[in-house]
């Protein structure tokens, strides 16, 4: 058999005891496979599952490996335990390479966010309110509140403002992503006619820095719409998903969709969905998975890795 000498990509899960979170890294891995059929693309995991990073770079023929975290944040995982993984891999024959965490909220990341809470939306429309809405009616100018009035913060029983009328989501968030991103950011269309405010639900951790690099993403992605965002977490410090939408809730927003700041689905993601359902969400998005975007994404990370030459020994 001859040898497989194309570079090495291998996607670093966080892993978990949820079937769904590595098969939802499984179709990633695939279809980066497909994107790039140059590349020799693996999926590992730090925890639960397997294969560990260290069996699948064991395993490389070739000369060098590239990995690609699969993470938002640049929290333990990304500071402790990726190291570690370098560190053990200088055992190998080979030269082994770590790209950044995938978050915080570049871009691409806010496009695969947007296209899957555009997805969850119970009703759309290319433009005006959501079809159900007491303003969907002839004459009517749809509108939504300052982005920047209920960005962390908004006391209880404040009230919403209402400027005039929206930039609509297809001029901000087209715009912004038709440029240089190849032929799936065409498929860009105005998304959450209807929806009055957003919440980023994550994961969470006890880094707080990390979860200010959450925090930053929420106000991106609540920018990026044209909406008032807030950032939610199923757990450590911070607010939970009903929490945050309550809170919205009490300071006037009415049609809440909550985009889930998860790269797979698990306990975690199950928890913040069912809060947000609980206090009122009327969408809530689906993990990341292997969005398009993100599957872009991942190349970005890897690509200027291996377009760098090996260094040659002395």
Do not use: K
């Not at 260290?54 to 993470?71: E, M, N, Q, W, Y």
């Not at 927003?253 to 306990?267: C, K």
């Not at 969408?283 to 090996?310: K, Q």
Request: proline residues 10%.
């Amino acid at each position: 058999m001859t040898p497989d000498h194309r570079p090495a990509v291998v996607l670093v899960a966080h892993g978990s005891r949820d079937p769904r979170a590595a098969a939802s890294t499984a179709l990633l891995a695939r279809a980066v496979q497909r994107a790039r059929p140059e590349w020799r693309v693996r999926a590992s995991y730090l925890d639960h599952d397997g294969p560990r990073p260290f069996d699948v770079l064991a395993a490389v023929p070739g000369p060098r490996a590239v990995l690609v975290p699969l993470l938002l944040t640049a929290a333990y995982h990304g500071r402790v335990d990726l190291p570690a993984v370098i560190r053990d891999a200088a055992t190998l024959p080979l030269t082994v390479t770590a790209t950044d965490v995938l978050g915080p909220a570049s871009p691409l990341l806010l496009a695969a966010l947007n296209r899957r809470l555009t997805t969850a939306l119970p009703t759309y429309r290319p433009s005006g309110p959501a079809l159900d809405s007491p303003e969907a009616s002839p004459g009517h100018r749809s509108s939504v509140v300052d982005p920047d009035s209920l960005l962390f913060g908004t006391e209880p029983g404040h009230r919403l403002s209402v400027p005039g009328d929206r930039l609509s989501v297809a001029d901000q968030g087209c715009r912004l992503f038709a440029g240089g991103l190849d032929a799936a950011a065409s498929d860009c269309r105005p998304p959450l006619a209807g929806l009055d405010a957003v919440v980023l639900a994550a994961a969470g951790t006890r880094d707080d820095a990390a979860r200010g690099t959450v925090a930053d993403a929420a106000v991106a992605l609540g920018r990026l719409l044209g909406l008032p965002s807030a950032v939610s977490y199923a757990s450590g410090p911070g607010a939970r998903a009903d929490e945050a939408v309550t809170r919205l809730r009490e300071a006037g927003a009415r049609r809440i969709g909550v985009a889930a700041y998860f790269l797979a689905p698990g306990l975690l993601y199950d928890a913040a969905i069912a809060a947000a359902i609980s206090a009122g969400a009327v969408a809530v998005a689906e993990p990341l998975g292997d969005a398009p975007e993100l599957v872009r994404l991942v190349v970005s990370r890897a690509e200027p890795v291996l377009s760098r030459p090996l260094a040659v020994a002395a």
